[in-house]
T-cell receptor, first 112, second 114 residues
Framework: AQKITQTQPGMFVQEKEAVTLDCTYD???????LFWYKQPSSGEMIFLIYQGSYDQQNATEGRYSLNFQKARKSANLVISASQLGDSAMYFCVNFGNEKLTFGTGTRLTIIP | DAGVTQSPTHLIKTRGQQVTLRCSPK?????VSWYQQALGQGPQFIFQ???????QRGNFPDRFSGHQFPNYSSELNVNALLLGDSALYLC?????????????FGPGTRLTVL
């Protein structure tokens, strides 16, 4: 079974600052993937970044980077130079056994 | 290239009624997964359809059933609705058996049970 833990229910960050969203995971699968999704108030789930368990380098996608520490079972999302449009719910997600397991999410609010 | 579409956008039902939600996958995708997202929670996996069969299922009662058609579109049916079934229902489509499983989500159907 897979489990995702996000310990930050909400965060407030000043515009243009960097922010780190925490995620720890627990899985028995030898091979797995970790995603981050963004969910604005409209409800649609937007893919941000993916990290495979055997990837040697941390994933990056534009302003998003994933700080993957396999031994600590953590996959934190780093957003650089935050923007007002980054205000949303953020979910850390594990892919295993052909399905996604979501964390409880972190609500990020960017302050002008 | 059309993405994942869902209908209807919103739906209001009363307890005990039955509801059908619909999903059309992204072009070229043949696998459809359904998720329930209660208010303030992360989505929970309901089930997944591939080749018109339910391939796996999460911890949901038999009141939740589904179907996949030959064109890969899918329906989610919920019988004997309860107040607790009020949620956003998300459909995701993907290609099966890939090491990197991209799941593309639709905009969701918001179901309210009164």
């Amino acid at each position: 079974a897979q489990k995702i833990t996000q310990t930050q229910p909400g965060m407030f960050v000043q515009e243009k600052e960097a922010v780190t969203l925490d995620c720890t995971y627990d899985t028995s699968d030898p091979s797995y993937g970790l995603f981050w999704y963004k969910q604005p108030s409209s409800g649609e789930m937007i893919f941000l970044i993916y990290q495979g368990s055997y990837d040697q380098q941390n994933a990056t996608e534009g302003r998003y980077s994933l700080n993957f520490q396999k031994a600590r079972k953590s996959a934190n999302l780093v957003i650089s130079a935050s923007q007002l449009g980054d205000s949303a719910m953020y979910f850390c997600v594990n892919f295993g056994n052909e399905k996604l397991t979501f964390g409880t999410g972190t609500r990020l609010t960017i302050i002008p | 290239d059309a993405g994942v579409t869902q209908s209807p956008t919103h739906l209001i039902k009363t307890r005990g009624q039955q509801v059908t939600l619909r999903c059309s996958p992204k072009s070229g995708h043949d696998t459809v997964s359904w998720y329930q997202q209660a208010l303030g929670q992360g989505p929970q996996f309901i089930f997944q359809y591939y080749e018109e069969e339910e391939r796996q299922r999460g911890n949901f009662p038999d009141r939740f059933s589904g179907h996949q058609f030959p064109n890969y579109s899918s329906e989610l049916n919920v019988n004997a609705l309860l107040l607790g079934d009020s949620a956003l229902y998300l459909c995701a489509s993907s290609l099966p058996d890939r090491g990197y499983n991209e799941q593309f989500f639709g905009p969701g159907t918001r179901l309210t049970v009164l």
